[in-house]
T-cell receptor, first 111, second 112 residues
Framework: EAAVTQSPRNKVAVTGGKVTLSCNQTNNHNNMYWYRQDTGHGLRLIHYSYGAGSTEKGDIPDGYKASRPSQENFSLILELATPSQTSVYFC??????????FGPGTRLLVL | QQKVQQSPESLSVPEGGMASLNCTSSDRNFQYFWWYRQHSGEGPKALMSIFSDGDKKEGRFTAHLNKASLHVSLHIRDSQPSDSALYFCAAYYGSSGNKLIFGIGTLLSVKP
């Protein structure tokens, strides 16, 4: 079974603080994705990557940056966290239109 | 922007019953539809994909695609309490890059 791990699993941050969410995959997939999940909105794509060194904007990139330093690792960075970024964040890996494998999620609360 | 609409938002069926979930694409240029399932506290997990008109069956799960109406459905027969979860439909549009567009989900509850 493909493996995607996320850290931390839970995070409490203060408004204006910097938050980094990390994701690691051992599937050797080229593509990695960051989503946020909110009731009434489903899964919305924030940033994605085609491989090490590449990042692409998804559908809701404002307020977020991404970094893909290696095939295995993909980070989501909130430089100045706001309460509206309180959500559950999922990382996934995959190959094009094929199956995406999701991590267990990170629950972020911005106070 | 491509969108995927799901219905109903929530659904309750008795154990052993049939659950039917629906999904429609706003754009006919999709290549695949996917169904994902998410149990509480976990990440979504892929159930099945479909890209040809007609039915695709995997165990108790049957997906049906009608390309002309841009509609896909998922039918779960002999529903079990363990099927209680949030079900997402997602469309893959090759023109949008290597990404899926997800619907908002259908919350299925199977009552013993």
């Amino acid at each position: 079974e493909a493996a995607v791990t996320q850290s931390p699993r839970n995070k409490v941050a203060v408004t204006g603080g910097k938050v980094t969410l990390s994701c690691n995959q051992t599937n050797n997939h080229n593509n990695m994705y960051w989503y946020r999940q909110d009731t009434g909105h489903g899964l919305r794509l924030i940033h994605y990557s085609y491989g090490a060194g590449s990042t692409e904007k998804g559908d809701i990139p404002d307020g977020y940056k991404a970094s893909r330093p290696s095939q295995e690792n993909f980070s989501l960075i909130l430089e100045l966290a706001t309460p509206s970024q309180t959500s559950v964040y999922f990382c996934a890996s995959g190959t094009g239109g094929d199956t995406q494998y999701f991590g267990p999620g990170t629950r972020l609360l911005v106070l | 922007q491509q969108k995927v609409q799901q219905s109903p938002e929530s659904l309750s069926v008795p154990e052993g019953g049939m659950a039917s979930l629906n999904c429609t694409s706003s754009d006919r240029n999709f290549q695949y539809f996917w169904w994902y399932r998410q149990h509480s506290g976990e990440g979504p997990k892929a159930l099945m994909s479909i890209f040809s008109d007609g039915d695709k069956k995997e165990g108790r799960f049957t997906a049906h695609l009608n390309k002309a109406s841009l509609h896909v459905s998922l039918h779960i027969r002999d529903s079990q309490p363990s099927d209680s979860a949030l079900y997402f439909c997602a469309a893959y549009y090759g023109s949008s890059g290597n990404k899926l567009i997800f619907g908002i989900g259908t919350l299925l509850s199977v009552k013993p």
